[in-house]
């Protein structure tokens, strides 16, 4: 998606030469914050994309109005491919947009720029992972999500199915795993696109707040789910070189507090129960040494002794 507004940007900007942040996200239907972060997005990669500050002002492309890339040095267009590249590879559409933009550049630039379209490649399956795709209503989540409008579909949760219908605000791809941010009847929820089907778009046009802006709303709800999954915290001990490779699994949820003197550091590890955590930390075996609370200690016993029950010889 991004991939797309990135094009649209560039494009729309090149027919009005000077644009405004609320320009852009009147013409691509997103929010003000999304055309700004875009529009600066732009201009990091080398774009020359700048702003004009005071009355008047906007975003500009160095040189005025174009109906063309001519004006892209080859640097500059090395840059654009280098960034949409990796992100336009995932759908027909995104690998047209890149294709008609490609055209758009002067003959001479056309081959370094195409090179760098294919220079990276993001693979975000993890190793021993096979290559996930996306769930089948994405797509018409993301149709319902541009063209504003409220969304029906099957919902399943612990095991118990309903009927949803919603306003949709975005879509966030966490690691593989889809979401929908959307309006309720009891305010904003987050909904996991797996446990969907039979996704409908209405004809309803669909209530989005106009301060909404989807990367803070979702940092929010970061937030909020990893402090439910840290209530419980143990102090652990483990050798020093084999921190990195603990940090490395348990993410945010290890918490280095310092080095103890005999060539371990103390860390404390975070969880919502006592079996969590054992059970994140027990593949150590003994090269692990959990300190506190007793409830942990408890679990890890418990495990081994059911391990060395199953395994006896």
Not at 163 to 185: H, N
Not at 199 to 228: C, M, N, Y
Not at 283 to 308: I, N
Request: charged residues 25%; hydrophobic residues 40%; neutral net charge.
């Amino acid at each position: 998606m991004r991939a797309d507004r990135l094009v649209a940007t560039l494009l729309f900007m090149q027919t009005r030469g000077r644009v405004t942040a609320a320009e852009v996200a009147a013409e691509l239907e997103v929010s003000v914050a999304t055309a700004r972060r875009d529009l600066e997005a732009l201009s990091t990669a080398g774009i020359p994309v700048y702003p004009q500050p005071g009355r008047g002002g906007g975003w500009a492309l160095v040189g005025g109005a174009r109906t063309d890339l001519s004006g892209l040095t080859a640097g500059e267009a090395q840059a654009l491919f280098l960034l949409l590249g990796p992100v336009a590879t995932g759908t027909p559409a995104t690998k047209s947009a890149l294709r008609k933009l490609l055209r758009a550049l002067p003959q001479t630039f056309r081959s370094a720029a195409e090179a760098a379209a294919g220079a990276v490649v993001v693979d975000a399956a993890r190793w021993g992972e096979s290559d996930a795709q996306a769930p089948a209503v994405v797509e018409e989540l993301q149709r319902a999500v541009v063209r504003r409008r409220r969304v029906r579909f099957g919902y399943e949760r612990k095991g118990v199915r309903s009927e949803r219908t919603v306003d949709p605000w975005g879509l966030v791809d966490k690691d593989g795993v889809w979401y929908l941010v959307a309006g309720t009847e009891r305010g904003q929820r987050t909904f996991r696109v797996d446990r969907m089907s039979e996704a409908e778009i209405t004809g309803e046009t669909a209530h989005r707040p106009a301060d909404f802006d989807l990367s803070t709303v979702w940092s929010g709800v970061v937030e909020e789910v990893e402090r439910h999954r840290s209530t419980l915290s143990a102090t652990v001990l483990v050798p020093a070189p084999l921190l990195p490779i603990l940090s490395r699994q348990q993410g945010r949820h290890c918490v280095v507090d310092g080095p103890i003197g005999d060539g371990r550091v103390r860390v404390r590890i975070t969880a919502p129960t006592p079996l969590d955590i054992a059970r994140n930390l027990a593949g150590w075996g003994a090269d692990l040494e959990v300190v506190e609370p007793d409830s942990v200690r408890d679990e890890m016993c418990r495990l081994g002794d059911e391990l060395v029950e199953r395994y006896r010889r």
